[in-house]
């Protein structure tokens, strides 16, 4: 954490002290954050990086939520039959699109 806010900071052309007011924390504060000797909360890290023009997001993470019993079944099948598994599905979806379209 301390080295990416220290690159933000650097970025925004932020000195430690310019940074530290802008997010209502003290000099110092931001000085053991970017050295890594402490771990800020997550409210302080939203600030900080706000105070330098960046923004968190929110992404989701990748494989989460991911029916892997379903990935090891179709895994289990001949490279044939997996095609046509997918030929199967891709006539179900294209009836399917144009269902809704009518």
């Given at each position: 954490m301390g080295s990416t806010l220290r690159y933000v900071r650097k970025r925004a052309g932020l000195s430690q002290r310019e940074l530290a007011l802008q997010a209502g924390v003290t000099q110092?504060?931001?000085a053991r954050i970017e050295g890594g000797k402490t771990s800020p909360r997550f409210e302080t890290v939203e600030r900080l990086l706000a105070?330098?023009?960046?923004?968190?997001?929110?992404r989701?993470?990748?494989g989460l939520g991911i029916d892997?019993?379903?990935?090891?079944?179709?895994?289990r099948l001949a490279p044939?039959?997996?095609a046509q598994l997918a030929t199967e599905e891709a006539r179900n979806?294209?009836?399917l699109l144009r269902a809704s379209r009518s």
């Open positions: 110092p504060a931001v105070a330098c023009g960046w923004e968190l997001e929110a989701p993470l990748q892997r019993s379903a990935i090891r079944e179709l895994l044939a039959e997996r979806l294209e009836a």
